[in-house]
């Protein structure tokens, strides 16, 4: 049964948001039901939150409305359930799949031009991919999987293009070692077990242990700790869910760090339902491998400079050359 998410309270009080008299209390705070409606739907909604019209209508628009929601406290957590939202990463995962196995780009395109639309095609069956595709398809469906999460959706279009800028290729990288592990392999691979750095790379130029640690470190936490698809996901959704990114506005840093706090303690609800005694141990294992990530993050850093330092005639694809 879903909790109840409206109580009344025995006296009239002033709405935390608007001011006006209430007797309700909704997500944590004495709110009319005008307010309580409009966090709700904005929450809930499936397309982005509108740009604010504020300066053409006396009104007060919807994203005005739902940061002063937020700002007075209203709990995002209050209206997430939990096998709810398992559900719908699983789903979108299963959609980023099938983006990666079966499109191709049209064009060489950079992270704001991704984001304001989609470039790809149905994949022709006798292209065939180098390590470069393969990487630009990887985060091509990356970026597809995070626009699916609700709190792409609360953001104003420049936080969200802090926030992608910031998240996109770690997350990439991440899900390429997730779908690598899930086929059973102890390395980063792309499809046909072709190798993650591309083909043309003079790999005698670079300090073998480097390439293999960004290949293979990753993956062997997973192993070690025999994660779990649902672990995944929810990791991912705390990475991304990062609310660093130093431009950010408080309104989205607010927003997004709600966020994090649902996926971190929808893990720890799946780590204690698994491991009863033993579940906060692993909670912790678990989002230790977050450290992991970064540290092939700065791995990589390091081949891609090399990379340009050693070829500088040889392009990289402008969706990874733009993360580093
Ligand atoms: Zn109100
Ligand atoms: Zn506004």
């Known amino acids: 049964m879903a909790p109840r998410r409206t109580r009344k309270q025995l006296t009239m009080e002033k709405c ?91 064009q060489d395109l950079g992270i704001e031009e991704i984001m304001n639309r989609g470039f790809v095609k149905k994949r022709e069956n006798n292209v065939v991919f180098t390590a470069h595709d393969w990487v630009s398809m990887e985060v091509y469906s990356t970026i597809q999987f995070m626009k699916g999460l609700n709190v792409v959706n609360l953001l104003t279009t420049q936080d969200l293009m802090y926030f992608t800028k910031n998240a996109y290729f770690k997350s990439a990288l991440f899900f390429i070692s997730v779908r690598s592990y899930t086929e059973k392999w102890e390395c980063m691979t792309f499809p046909g077990h072709l190798d993650v750095f591309p083909e043309e790379m003079s790999k005698s130029a670079y300090n073998p242990v480097l390439l293999n640690r960004i290949r293979c470190l990753l993956i062997s936490k997973f192993i070690e700790f025999n994660v779990t698809q649902d672990e995944l996901l929810l990791l991912i959704a705390i990475i991304f869910c990062d609310p660093c990114p130093e431009d950010l506005s408080s309104d989205a840093v607010n927003v997004i760090s709600q966020f994090r706090s649902i996926y971190t303690s929808a893990l720890f609800n799946v780590c204690c339902q698994k491991g009863n005694k033993t579940g906060a141990i692993r909670y912790m294992n678990l989002i230790c491998i977050s450290n992991i990530l970064t540290k092939t993050m700065v791995d990589l850093n390091q081949a891609v400079e090399l990379f340009r330092y050693w070829q500088p005639d040889l392009p990289l694809r402008k969706l990874v050359s733009d993360s580093f």
């Open 16 to 106: 935390v948001v608007c001011s006006n008299m209430t007797s309700e209390f909704n997500y944590k705070v004495t709110s009319c039901n005008t307010c309580k409606m409009v966090f709700r739907r904005a929450i809930r909604s499936k397309n982005p939150i509108a740009p604010c019209t504020c300066s053409t209508s006396k009104k007060g628009c919807r994203i005005c409305k739902f940061y002063a929601c937020v700002r007075a406290g209203m709990d995002i957590k209050s209206l997430i359930i939990l096998p709810k939202l398992l559900e719908q990463l699983s789903s979108l995962n299963e959609n980023r799949l099938q983006i990666f196995f079966n499109f191709q780009m049209t």
